[in-house]
T-cell receptor, first 116, second 115 residues
């Protein structure tokens, strides 16, 4: 399985500001995913990020609010823009597993964001 | 379209007792099914996966799950609970052949283990 790190691990931010979350993988991967986990809730997919192409956003998520970069096969960033308290969540990145099993994903430790 | 329903948002078991977490799925195509565990303040860890081979799947930490197509279920079990099993468990489904390898998660079940 891939080893995934995220920075920062947690942050407390003021409303109206933006935070960029980094996701680093120890091997080259084609597909990376960004999820949001609101307090006490399950995971919701924000977008899929493929290297060299625009991210694909899920219904309810827009690029202006959650811009994503994918400059190479081991790195991605998610920015949470113009934050409000409703953005307080854990943000997780994931990658597909080696061997190509559809759906099998490995997750980073998450970034715990609190917006005041 | 796919969906996952986990019955019971909280489960309490005694140490040494059977752990049973229920998961039912809906998928218009043959599914891939997964169980993940999330320990406090950590990311998700893959417990086990069903990918159309054996219907009884064994995973890490003594967990196993059985795929029952007729019941559209993929329940997770462990014969004897340990204190370290206290965590949140998520069932997830992916559609075979689907573009994008998307996972759809259930609502999660939080397991409390009593001594």
């Amino acid at each position: 399985s891939a080893v995934i790190s995220q920075k920062p691990s947690r942050d407390i931010c003021q409303r109206g500001t933006s935070l960029t979350i980094q996701c680093q993988v120890d091997s080259q991967v084609t597909m990376m995913f960004w999820y949001r986990q609101q307090p006490g809730q399950s995971l919701t997919l924000i977008a899929t990020a493929n290297q060299g192409s625009e991210a694909t956003y899920e219904s309810g998520f827009v690029i202006d609010k959650f811009p994503i970069s994918r400059p190479n096969l081991t790195f991605s960033t998610l920015t949470v823009s113009n934050m409000s308290p409703e953005d307080s969540s854990i943000y997780l990145c994931s990658v597909t597993g080696k061997g190509g099993f559809l759906g099998e994903q490995y997750f980073g430790p998450g970034t715990r964001l609190t917006v005041t | 379209a796919q969906s996952v329903t986990q019955l019971g948002s909280h489960v309490s078991v005694s140490e040494g007792a059977l752990v049973l977490l229920r998961c039912n799925y809906s998928s218009s195509v043959p599914p891939y099914l997964f169980w993940y565990v999330q320990y406090p303040n950590q990311g998700l860890q893959l417990l086990l996966k069903y990918t159309s081979a054996a219907t009884l799947v064994k995973g890490i930490n003594g967990f196993e799950a059985e795929f029952k197509k007729s019941e559209t279920s993929f329940h997770l079990t462990k014969p004897s609970a340990h204190m370290s099993d206290a965590a949140e468990y998520f069932c997830a489904v992916s559609a075979q052949g689907a573009a994008g390898n998307k996972l759809t998660f259930g609502g999660g079940t939080r397991v409390l283990v009593k001594p």
